[in-house]
């Protein structure tokens, strides 16, 4: 059964920066691409994003793009989530998960982590 962990989240005033990581277990990690995802309170789960599995390929949501990057390392089965510039509006939990190809949309992941929290002030 893979699982997923993600850490990295805390409070960070609004312009810092955070990196997030998402250790999985298994063999088949670099099999799979990876997605970030993020939920607000009372709003929908929405994507931010994706790699390949060889991390060749790379998509990100509009909200994002320019300020967030996206990596992984397949000899340690870990996707990070570099996120610079932070906003106010990018707080949220968020989450990552496993696909078999980059994709946008959450019904494409099977396998999700926890999440880790993260808070931006103003």
């Known amino acids: 059964q893979v699982q997923l962990v993600e850490s990295g989240g805390g409070l960070v005033q609004a312009g810092g920066s955070l990196r997030l990581s998402c250790a999985a277990s298994?063999?088949?990690?670099?099999?799979?691409?990876m997605g970030w995802f993020r939920q607000a309170p009372r709003k929908e789960r929405e994507f931010v994003a994706a790699i390949s599995w060889s991390g060749g390929f790379t998509a990100y949501a509009d909200s994002v793009k320019g300020r967030f990057i996206i990596s992984r390392d397949n000899a340690k089965n870990t996707v990070y989530l570099q996120m610079n510039s932070l906003k106010s509006e990018d707080t949220a939990i968020y989450f990552c998960a496993r696909a078999s190809t980059v994709a946008v949309a959450t019904t494409s992941y099977d396998v999700w982590g926890q999440g880790t929290q993260v808070t931006v002030s103003s």
């Open positions: 298994g063999r088949t990690f670099s099999s799979y691409a």
